[in-house]
Nanobody, 115 residues
């Protein structure tokens, strides 16, 4: 099992930046894929970005070039750097740790983009 805890959400103006953190309870080398999802009000949860333990990153088309996923293995933490934020980025952002057939979710962190 693994527990993940997100932090770093908040209110930001359009065009601004935020960095989300996801702290895992175990060495992230043992986790196949770490990913960020988001869920906006009234919408389904969607994949934002993912990174494999080998370091291969994948992004949703809507965030490509603006968001960056990265890891700090010493801190067992995954980050999501979000730049040039748009109002449509407003959502609860969730961290997911995939151990093959099992996935573990955090409680989410709220991001609101508004002027």
């Amino acid at each position: 099992q693994v527990q993940v805890v997100e932090s770093g959400g908040g209110l930001v103006q359009p065009g601004g930046s935020l960095r989300l953190s996801c702290a895992a309870s175990r060495n992230i080398f043992s986790i196949l894929v770490m990913a960020w999802y988001r869920q906006a009000p009234g919408k389904q949860r969607e994949l934002v970005a993912a990174i494999t333990r080998e370091g291969s990153a994948h992004y949703a088309d809507s965030v490509e070039g603006r968001f960056t996923i990265s890891t700090d293995n010493a801190r067992n933490t995954v980050y999501l750097q979000m730049n040039s934020l748009k109002p449509e980025s407003t959502a609860v952002y969730y961290c997911n740790a995939s151990m093959g057939q099992l996935g573990y979710w955090g409680q989410g962190t709220q991001v609101a983009v508004s002027s």
